[in-house]
């Protein structure tokens, strides 16, 4: 007997029907993801209806009022932009000026390798893009590589090297019975590390520890990389905002460089100029020579191609208009610094704080520490408890968003935080 076609819920098969009950099945297997840790600070802190409630978890920058910053060297730069200019596409690689003016800024203003055209650059949807593209680009022309990545870090990094199939790896870096560098375990990691291995290096206020090696460790780092003949992959999210200077904030980049190293390098703009929502960072990479740079930037684009093609343009001209006009390159130095000076100011406010209250534990390490995050050294169950008696949110590794704390909560803060850490 000759088989009919039939039809059912829309689709034609020879001799069988396909019923709604396959067709729903697609994606049943699908579970929900769990909540980003840091999101979820948000989330709670938003739903607790407690007047007293104060929020740390954000990793944004706040002023003394708890409020979002735009800076008004930002706003003068969209004041210049407004009504001038088209919607055009960026090229894939992004804009040509704020790629330029952004590399200065890592590099140095007169740096060589800017002059002789070795470094590949492409601008890149913030930090976390850089990173991702780098990753990608790692595993297409380094397959056989993993990444080293410090213990602790920023939780999305492992995120970015996994959906990039590197295989990773970790490197000791913080010790939480001095709340400061474990040096000697660093690098015994690094010596220990096959020849040639990738590791990613916070270039300044490491995240989420606000630990970082001193400009005599960083050399002994660099000469330790030429050793072994490792590469250092450099995400520098905090530029100028870690200690209001970018040059001293840029110093373990330039120190690889004195010393011979190509490295790679991711920036943002998310932090120290307040532009997170515009997405503009720089991906960059170190070459031997020109031929090099211009075939490893050609890969780069290549693999931004299939992922977004083009960069936005608002952010990046945003930037571009405050680097490259003196003015607003020095009200810009002033509102970082005024930023970092805050920031500063509330590490030594909270510290004296809990000392006043005659805590029975050390808490040099506030200052010590630097950037928007402080890693607190409390345990989750004490984090816990800030939240259920005093609804206070963070995540719960006891990282403090500095920017979150305010000469209005700071007194508060500190009591909640001596009062479940005073029993030791």
């Known amino acids: 007997m000759a088989l009919r076609a039939r039809f059912s819920g829309g689709i034609f098969r020879s001799g069988a029907v396909i019923g709604a009950r396959s067709m729903s099945s697609w994606w049943r297997d699908v579970e929900p993801a769990p909540k980003d840790p840091i999101l979820g600070v948000t989330e709670a802190f938003l739903a607790d209806p407690s007047p007293n409630k104060v929020n740390v978890g954000v990793g944004a920058y706040r002023d003394d009022n708890g409020k979002p910053v735009v800076l008004e060297c930002v706003r003068e730069a969209e004041r210049r932009i407004a009504g001038n200019l088209n919607m055009e596409y960026l090229p894939m690689g992004g804009s040509i000026k704020?790629?330029?003016e952004t590399l200065k800024l890592a590099y140095g203003e007169n740096s060589d390798l800017i002059k002789d055209k070795r470094i590949a650059?492409?601008?890149?949807?913030?930090?976390?893009?850089?990173?991702?593209?780098?990753?990608?680009?790692?595993?297409?022309?380094?397959?056989?590589?993993?990444?080293?990545?410090?213990?602790?870090?920023?939780?999305?990094?492992?995120?970015?090297?996994r959906d990039a199939h590197v295989p990773q790896n970790t490197f000791r870096y913080y010790h939480p019975g001095t709340k400061g560098l474990d040096f000697d375990s660093m690098m015994d990691d690094i010596k220990n590390a096959p020849n040639g291995s990738f590791f990613l290096l916070h270039a300044c206020a490491h995240n989420p520890t606000g630990v970082d090696p001193s400009e005599e460790q960083w050399r002994e780092i660099s000469q330790?990389?030429?050793?072994?003949?490792?590469?250092?992959?450099?995400?520098?999210?905090?530029?100028?905002?870690?200690?209001?200077?970018?040059?001293?904030?840029?110093?373990?980049?330039?120190?690889?460089?004195?010393?011979?190293?190509?490295?790679?390098?991711?920036?943002?703009?998310?932090?120290?100029?307040?532009?997170?929502?515009?997405?503009?960072?720089?991906?960059?990479?170190?070459?031997e020579?020109?031929?090099?740079?211009?075939?490893?930037?050609?890969?780069?684009?290549?693999?931004?191609?299939?992922?977004?093609?083009?960069?936005?343009?608002?952010?990046?001209?945003?930037v571009s208009i405050i680097l490259s006009d003196p003015d607003l390159k020095k009200l810009w130095l002033k509102e970082v610094k005024g930023?970092?000076?805050?920031?500063?100011?509330?590490?030594?406010?909270?510290?004296?704080?809990?000392?006043?209250?005659?805590?029975?534990?050390?808490?040099?390490?506030?200052?010590?520490?630097?950037?928007?995050f402080c890693f607190s050294g409390?345990?989750?169950?004490?984090?816990?408890?800030?939240?259920?008696?005093?609804?206070?949110y963070m995540t719960r590794n006891g990282r403090v968003s500095m920017a979150g704390v305010t000469t209005g909560n700071v007194g508060y803060l500190a009591n909640a935080i001596h009062e479940v850490t005073k029993s030791g």
């Open 121 to 161: 650059a492409v601008q890149a949807l913030s930090g976390t893009g850089a990173c991702r593209l780098f990753a990608d680009f790692q595993k297409r022309f380094s397959p056989d590589s993993q990444i080293y990545i410090p213990v602790p870090t920023w939780a999305n990094h492992h995120n970015i090297w």
């Open 98 to 100: 704020m790629v330029e």
């Open 224 to 287: 330790q990389f030429k050793v072994k003949g490792h590469f250092a992959f450099f995400d520098m999210a905090y530029q100028g905002f870690a200690s209001g200077d970018p040059e001293r904030d840029a110093r373990s980049i330039r120190i690889f460089l004195e010393d011979g190293h190509l490295i790679g390098c991711s920036q943002s703009y998310a932090k120290n100029m307040g532009l997170y929502g515009q997405r503009v960072g720089c991906l960059s990479v170190v070459c």
């Open 339 to 372: 930023m970092a000076d805050r920031i500063i100011g509330m590490r030594t406010a909270l510290r004296e704080n809990l000392e006043k209250l005659g805590s029975p534990l050390s808490w040099e390490h506030i200052t010590n520490q630097i950037g928007m």
């Open 289 to 318: 020579d020109e031929k090099q740079a211009v075939a490893v930037k050609s890969q780069l684009q290549q693999l931004a191609r299939p992922m977004y093609s083009n960069p936005p343009v608002h952010g990046a001209l945003i």
């Open 378 to 392: 409390m345990a989750p169950e004490q984090v816990d408890r800030l939240t259920k008696d005093y609804h206070i």
